[in-house]
């Protein structure tokens, strides 16, 4: 790794470490917070997976597959330790952030929730971390309250706070705003809840776990979902951590092998955790090269990944915000992580993209998987810049020289 | 594929011609007395039209488009809504099957005078992910007349 070269500035240079990227000199990525690049080690530990310990984990005598099974268990072990879960067995391998919600929509939801209970989230959340929840109150006949936002794009805690009574059951929020890049304040959600209700607090970790230390045990939730294609790891694999005693008390999601302990023809009795919420082969493969991942993001320290994000997140707001005509949505900075969402004149955020892409710079553009909060930003769509480990000062330089090119193009500056 | 795309295609994309519909959308507003009348979004990327068809038998007599979008779905409806007024129920199928070719990248599409103006949209066509953009308004379009049928 090379991850000194520039330690002057306290800025990371690794390009060179993700192959796609050191392929493609004028690529300008963009777009992590939608899914990040892999560095060879990801790549490299998928590969030795396969070549060296694959076989079906859990099933075989033979010693190939024990080897496959604790490559599988130990991958769960370090990213457990990665994520701050001192008992790795609450963290259940799953596709990704979107299962590990509808995970605990369907099974703690449909034994837990009943009709005339409450089932909270707030505008900001991805579809992922809403329609799970709207479709189990539909379900339940549950109300379905979503909380509001404040001009500038925070949860409006006094709305939260009002929509929080002895009828919650389940309170869903967003770690991170995937559109926005708003930080919400854990803690303090955390301990409102509490103090109003009895209900159990749901977390949407897939941008803060890539993003900034997550310690699980340290956050007093019940549930936290992540996905590791966003943390440098494989597409396909993520996880839901969750408190053992709700975990060993909830009834399975998925059934068929490796989730079962005994069938008989008229019942069947549950594996213990986490293979419970474990169906079928597991995704071991990409369970090691996630595990490969956490252990890159360690090496480096997710202190300095932080830090390297918001110092180019700061840099892009000061030269985007001096464009004229182009509008930064969000709290301030300091209240972000690496996400810069923007408009600029009539230009469509899709006309941006595009003529962004050809400068190489891929942003996203569209209504971010969050519809609910575009209806209330009163935008169809915004463009989003993301910020990761890997870029750098050019990536803005690119950005800047394409939005420039945009308002050349539709005739905002003389041509 | 190289990565990444060159800047001339990105200049082909935006013709003067498209800036100019985006810019003065013709047609644009709301039809008294419609006959046929379709809304219609693009999940996607939550670009929106309504468009409003009046007949006087087997012809447009006249037609309007509303909404919101990017560049090439709102010069794609004013275009559209501009160059079948007028026009009779099978010029109109004909006319939709040359713009489709003209998306799908079919040569022989982009010296159909009869698309006039919309040729200007020829270079959507190197563009995968802004094709639906371009379809917008004439999938309105063909619900509207199958609704009318």
Redesign the interface.
């Known amino acids: 790794m090379n991850l000194y070269r520039n330690a002057r500035s306290g800025e990371l240079t690794v390009r060179a470490d993700f192959p796609l990227l050191a392929n493609?000199p004028?690529?300008h990525y963009l777009d992590s917070a939608a899914t990040s690049q892999k560095p060879t080690v990801v790549l490299d530990a998928l590969r030795d997976f396969y070549e060296t310990a694959n076989a079906n984990p859990h099933r075989g005598a033979y010693s190939l597959s024990v080897r496959a099974t604790e490559c599988y268990h130990q991958a769960r072990t370090r990213i457990a330790q990665f994520l701050g879960v001192a008992d790795s067995d609450c963290l259940i391998f799953t596709r990704g952030t979107t299962e590990g919600l509808n995970l605990v929509a369907s099974s703690w939801g449909l034994a837990n929730v009943g009709s005339g209970d409450e089932i909270v989230v707030t505008a900001m959340d991805h579809h992922a971390n809403f329609v799970p929840w709207q479709v189990l109150a539909m379900r339940t006949g549950a109300r379905f309250r979503v909380c509001e936002l404040t001009g500038d794009g925070r949860i409006d805690l006094d709305s939260l706070r009002a929509a929080l009574n002895a009828k919650t059951r389940i309170v869903a929020f967003s770690h991170v705003s995937n559109a926005l890049g708003t930080i919400n304040p854990l803690g303090e959600i955390v301990r409102m809840v509490r103090e109003r209700s009895d209900a159990i607090v749901v977390c949407d970790g897939a941008q803060s776990a890539p993003h900034f230390p997550v310690s699980f045990d340290s956050l007093g939730i019940d549930f936290y979902a992540f996905s590791g294609h966003k943390m440098l790891g494989p597409m396909g694999i993520g996880g839901l951590i969750g408190r053992r005693a709700m975990l060993e008390e909830m009834p399975p999601y998925q059934t068929g092998g490796d989730m079962i302990e005994f069938v008989h023809d008229d019942r069947t009795t549950w594996n213990v955790l986490p293979h419970k919420f474990e169906a079928g082969t597991p995704n071991a493969a990409n369970a090691v090269g996630l595990a490969a991942a956490v252990e890159y993001l360690d090496n480096i320290g997710m202190d300095r990944v932080i830090g390297h994000e918001r110092s180019l997140m700061l840099q892009a707001q000061e030269r985007l915000s001096a464009i004229d005509g182009l509008h930064v949505y969000g709290p301030p900075p300091a209240e972000r992580s690496g996400v810069l969402s923007f408009t600029m004149n009539d230009?469509?955020?899709?006309?941006l993209a595009?003529?962004l892409?050809?400068?190489?710079?891929c942003i996203r553009?569209?209504?971010h998987c969050a519809?609910p909060l575009?209806r209330r930003l009163d935008v169809?769509?915004t463009a989003r810049a993301s910020f990761y480990i890997y870029n750098n000062e050019g990536d803005i330089d690119a950005l800047v020289t394409g939005i420039n090119?945009a308002r050349e193009?539709?005739?905002y500056v003389p041509a | 594929m190289s990565l990444p795309r060159s800047s001339a295609e990105i200049s082909a994309l935006y013709q003067e011609m498209i800036l100019d519909h985006y810019r003065r959308p013709r047609n644009k507003g709301v039809l008294e007395n419609a006959d046929a009348s379709v809304e219609m979004k693009n999940p996607l990327c939550g670009d929106e039209i309504a468009l409003q068809l009046q007949f006087d038998g087997n012809e447009i007599k006249d037609l309007k488009f509303s909404g919101r979008g990017c560049s090439i779905s709102q010069a794609s409806a004013s275009m559209m809504t501009q160059l079948l007024k007028g026009k009779s129920k099978e010029e109109i199928g004909a006319i939709r099957t040359q713009f489709r070719d003209l998306m799908l990248g079919v040569p022989s599409a982009e010296d159909e005078s009869r698309l006039g103006s919309l040729r200007a949209l020829s270079g959507v066509a190197r563009f995968p992910a802004r094709v639906k953009c371009a379809l917008l308004a004439w999938n309105a379009l063909e619900t509207a007349l199958a609704d009318s049928e």
């Open positions: 493609n004028g690529l230009v469509h955020p899709h006309d595009t003529i892409d050809g400068e190489g710079v553009a569209g209504h519809q575009m169809p769509a090119k193009i539709f005739g």
